[in-house]
């Protein structure tokens, strides 16, 4: 079975989706398109700008959404038995599985990204990578810091990445060295996605999800928060919304696609983040770029 995975933020590049809108009036109209509804020529940044001006997050986030999404669009062969993505990416699986139509996406991972922007700005915070522990340790340790710090991607086993207030991040970083990790350091990220920091970005979300309209899907989404397989357009709507301050539980999505049958990943956008990460969760998968 073919398992279609979508990638989050961070892998961007610059050049991202030119090919793209090159190849195909169809994939050309998509990227105008995108311009229209986000009320600036984001195809000009990611054609040609720097590294810089693609982290700014109204940037990064629409254009690694647009990049996946309109790859999948120009997949002759796209019929995908499952779907998930990292954080971010579950917006484009949600398109490539028709659950949400691709304008209405697009309004919301924009929406998504400026929230984000506004609640990190409100309180300093940050993320922090731990390599070398169990789960269940590092969440121990998270629990024993005073100050919010919290498990925010399982990214596969012995990789997560723990997200929070500054002072509460570092104090856990110290822990988590002391307790055996390999690393425990913290990432350039401008706050602490997936965290309790986030539920202003929620609230400001959720009124926004409430208010588009989630088809029934082609093939289940396995999601961040639930890791399992879900076709209801309710139950898929309201796991979007827990999803910004609920981790990221990508180890467990993908043990549960691998339990379900998937034997083939193809990873769909910029990057190959994902298939290093699902190779790492269960050795025998294939994976592929589309």
């Known amino acids: ?20 809108y090159e190849g ?5 109209a998509l990227f105008e398109q995108a311009n229209d509804i986000l009320g600036f020529r984001i195809t000009d940044i990611m054609f040609e700008g720097s590294a810089e001006d693609l982290k700014q997050t109204k940037v990064t986030q629409p254009a690694i959404f647009l990049h996946s999404v309109i790859l999948a669009k120009s997949l002759n062969d796209f019929k995908p038995d499952m779907v998930a993505g ?38 300093p915070s940050t993320m ?21 710090v919290v498990p925010a991607n399982y990214n596969c ?27 425990a350091l913290l990432l350039p990220v401008g706050g602490a996605f997936h965290s309790p920091l986030m539920k202003p970005a929620e609230e400001k979300l ?5 208010a588009t309209n989630f088809q029934e899907p082609i093939c289940p989404v396995y999601q961040n928060v639930s890791t399992t397989p879900i076709s209801d357009p309710a139950v898929i709507q309201s796991n979007l919304i827990k999803q ?8 467990q999505s993908v043990q549960n696609m691998v339990a379900d049958g998937a ?4 990873e769909v956008g910029p990057g190959k983040v994902l298939q290093g990460l699902v190779k790492k969760i269960h050795r025998e998968a294939e994976t592929q770029s589309a």
């Open 24 to 28: 195909s009036e169809a994939s050309k």
């Open 244 to 251: 910004l301050t609920a981790p990221v539980k990508w180890t």
């Open 206 to 210: 959720a009124a926004a999800i409430n």
């Open 157 to 183: 086993p012995g990789q997560l990445v723990i997200s929070g207030a500054i002072p509460a991040v570092e104090q856990a970083c110290e822990l988590m060295k002391e307790a055996g990790a390999k690393r």
């Open 86 to 123: 990292h954080s971010l990416g579950e917006f484009s699986a949600l398109v490539a599985n028709g659950t949400l139509a691709f304008e209405d996406a697009l309004k919301l991972v924009s929406a998504r990204a400026i929230a984000m922007q506004e609640a990190c700005e409100a309180e």
């Open 128 to 148: 922090a990578a731990v390599l070398g522990l169990e789960d269940a340790k590092v969440e121990e340790l998270c629990a024993q810091v005073d100050g919010i």
């Open 1 to 20: 079975m073919k398992a279609y995975i979508f990638p989050g933020q961070g892998a961007q590049f610059t050049g991202m989706g030119k090919d793209l």
């Open 263 to 266: 034997t083939n990943f193809i």
